[in-house]
T-cell receptor, first 111, second 115 residues
Framework: DAGVTQSPTHLIKTRGQQVTLRCSPK?????VSWYQQALGQGPQFIFQ???????QRGNFPDRFSGHQFPNYSSELNVNALLLGDSALYLC??????????FGEGSRLTVL | AQSVTQLDSQVPVFEEAPVELRCNYS??????LFWYVQYPNQGLQLLLK??????LVESINGFEAEFNKSQTSFHLRKPSVHISDTAEYFC?????????????FGKGTLLTVNP
């Protein structure tokens, strides 16, 4: 049983560019959440998708947007990249259970 | 809203020594409690969770945590650590009865086990 898979694992962008990160949830899971983990910090909640709709959003600007597809996979898009967007982006999936499974993350470096 | 405080950013210990990683939380509603572990260059792995019932929960690799409602704490302990326990440990909470599974994390505690 594949767990949560994310792509790409690493990427480098320059300021002002746009990036798309992808996530496939654990089999059977229908809820996908995205977290940003800056260096030396705990993960911060960006938003959560359920039934292809954004269900909850953390304190992140509109430059951060997302999408969930009918197969429950998800994308995170970040526009107009800033140096401060450099971080590990974690995707997490869940289904009714009160715990969450995380992927290995996508490490974004903005130069 | 919830918040989580991990009182120690770094904890160095010697192999086979006991360890306690401290976690306190603040919330206006009841919460579920979790400990996650992150090895270098990896994602988060669930270590253990408290949902209800017995306040002492255990993991398969010898860690345990005790939920103390009066002190709003969920400290993680292990009686004898191994080199392989070296990792970053995150305490997290989520709201009971909420329609989502949003996790609020602490800043993490880096456990370094030395030979």
């Amino acid at each position: 049983d594949a767990g949560v898979t994310q792509s790409p694992t690493h990427l480098i962008k320059t300021r002002g560019q746009q990036v798309t990160l992808r996530c496939s949830p654990k089999s059977g899971h229908d809820t996908v959440s995205w977290y940003q983990q800056a260096l030396g910090q705990g993960p911060q909640f960006i938003f959560q998708y359920y039934e292809e709709e954004e269900r909850q959003r953390g304190n992140f600007p509109d430059r951060f947007s997302g999408h969930q597809f009918p197969n429950y996979s998800s994308e995170l898009n970040v526009n107009a990249l800033l140096l401060g967007d450099s971080a590990l982006y974690l995707c997490a999936s869940s289904f009714q259970e009160r715990w969450t499974f995380f992927g290995e993350g996508s490490r974004l470096t903005v130069l | 809203a919830q918040s989580v405080t991990q009182l120690d950013s770094q904890v160095p210990v010697f192999e086979e020594a006991p360890v306690e990683l401290r976690c306190n939380y603040s919330s206006s509603v009841s919460v579920y409690l979790f400990w996650y572990v992150q090895y270098p260059n990896q994602g988060l792995q669930l270590l253990l969770k408290y949902l209800s019932g017995s306040t002492l929960v255990e993991s398969i690799n010898g860690f345990e945590a005790e939920f103390n409602k009066s002190q709003t704490s969920f400290h993680l302990r292990k009686p004898s650590v191994h080199i392989s326990d070296t990792a970053e440990y995150f305490c997290a909470v989520s709201e009971v009865g909420g329609s989502n599974y949003k996790l609020t994390f602490g800043k993490g505690t880096l456990l370094t086990v030395n030979p």
